[in-house]
């Protein structure tokens, strides 16, 4: 099993639409978590840390369950521009290393 | 704020030659270090990690190998490319361990062919 999973997609979806995705990780003792964005050919962009609380920016809102080990990302009224592939990651604790997950591609259509 | 460069942005070399990737961190210190490659539509494979300098952490058994002479600078090499070493390789840093958060930056990558 690996690490981290995530569902590769991708999605299509209509602009303005909600969309979420799941990320599901192996290692109970794994402590930070966080969302990229990474666009075609391009680096991945942090797109936010996913905090025990869960948090929300914008339009995007994170949220994580650490009985059940997954951590989620929602998208709301999705803009074209949001089409990317979306990456999960997450490092346990005193941990030197982020583990990837392979990442869910996103396309939002007008 | 934190700048991460890496060169070159392209590179096309032939089978058997040498490769010298170099990545370097602005507005920071003691960061730790990491080289990425990112096969075609594929995740990311951690290659190495540095928590210092001269400090080499190797993940995947291949024909690379790391170095960091100075705390800011990781070098990317091989002696001899093979097909399979072409890809996307990304750098990236985090702060070190005492100095929260723990989020990680990469730089812009560099695509390599091997033809």
């Known amino acids: 099993r690996k690490e ?22 192996s290692n ?6 966080f969302w990229y964005r990474q666009d075609c050919r391009k680096e991945p962009k942090l797109l936010m840390s996913v905090y025990s609380s869960g948090n929300e920016d914008g339009r ?6 650490r009985a059940s080990q997954y951590i989620s990302l929602l998208i709301r009224d999705s803009k074209l521009s949001d089409s990317a592939t979306y990456l999960c990651a997450v490092r346990n604790t005193g941990g030197f290393k982020t583990i990837f997950g392979a990442g869910t591609r996103l396309f939002v259509k007008a | 704020s934190q700048t991460i460069h890496q060169w070159p942005a392209t590179l096309v070399q032939p089978v058997g030659s040498p490769l010298s990737l170099e ?8 960061p ?13 494979q951690l290659l190495f ?18 170095s960091r002479p100075q ?9 001899k490319l093979l097909l399979s070493d072409s890809g996307f390789y990304l750098c990236a840093w985090t702060p070190p361990r005492d ?3 723990d989020e990680q930056y990469f730089g812009p990558g560099t695509r390599l062919t091997v033809t």
């Open chain 2, 32 to 44: 730790n270090l990491y080289w990425y490659r990112q096969a075609a539509g594929r995740g990311l």
């Open chain 2, 23 to 30: 990545c370097t961190v602005e507005g920071t210190s003691n």
């Open chain 1, 60 to 65: 995007f809102t994170a949220q994580l369950n």
């Open chain 2, 49 to 66: 990690y540095s928590v210092g300098i001269g400090q080499i952490s190797s993940e995947v058994p291949q024909n690379l190998s790391a």
């Open chain 2, 99 to 101: 100095r929260p958060p």
């Open chain 1, 28 to 33: 109970s003792a794994s402590q930070s978590f």
């Open chain 1, 4 to 25: 981290v999973e995530q569902d590769p997609g991708p999605f299509n979806v209509p602009e303005g639409a909600t969309v979420a995705f799941n990320c599901t990780y």
């Open chain 2, 71 to 79: 705390d800011r600078q990781f070098i990317l090499s091989s002696k």
